[in-house]
């Protein structure tokens, strides 16, 4: 069974910096797409960044230019460098992975429980 397990919420200052992570527990065979999705009090789910096998990234207008989604292959770990932080930006944070767990079995997408990040003075 894959688990995600997400590390790196908390509270923070508006204009401050958040770190979050993301690795799979259990038997994986190969990692795909990785990715982050977010769901704010009162809104739907949406998009926040996404990253390709080789390296390609996706972001939402609303965080381009201050949130970083990186991958380390070696680690199976997708990272989210949240940097000038706003209280818009406050949502429980989802990451996403797309995996097969056995060369004998189709690719599926997992998802966290999610991580809560809050951006308030």
């Known amino acids: 069974q894959v688990q995600l397990v997400e590390s790196g919420g908390g509270l923070v200052q508006p204009g401050g910096s958040l770190r979050l992570s993301c690795v799979p527990s259990?038997?994986?065979?190969?990692?795909?797409?990785m990715g982050w999705d977010r769901q704010g009090p009162g809104k739907q789910r949406e998009l926040v960044a996404s990253?390709?096998?080789?390296?390609?990234?996706n972001y939402a207008d609303a965080v381009r230019g201050r949130f970083t989604i990186s991958r380390d292959n070696a680690k199976n770990t997708v990272y989210l460098q949240m940097n000038g932080l706003k209280p818009e930006d406050t949502a429980v944070y989802y990451c996403?992975?797309?995996?097969?767990?056995?060369?004998?079995?189709?690719?599926?997408?997992?998802w966290g429980n999610g991580t809560l990040v809050t951006v308030s003075s």
């Open positions: 990253v390709t096998t080789g390296g390609a990234t």
């Open positions: 996403k992975m797309r995996i097969r767990y056995s060369p004998y079995v189709r690719d599926m997408n997992y």
């Open positions: 259990g038997r994986i065979a190969n990692i795909y797409d």
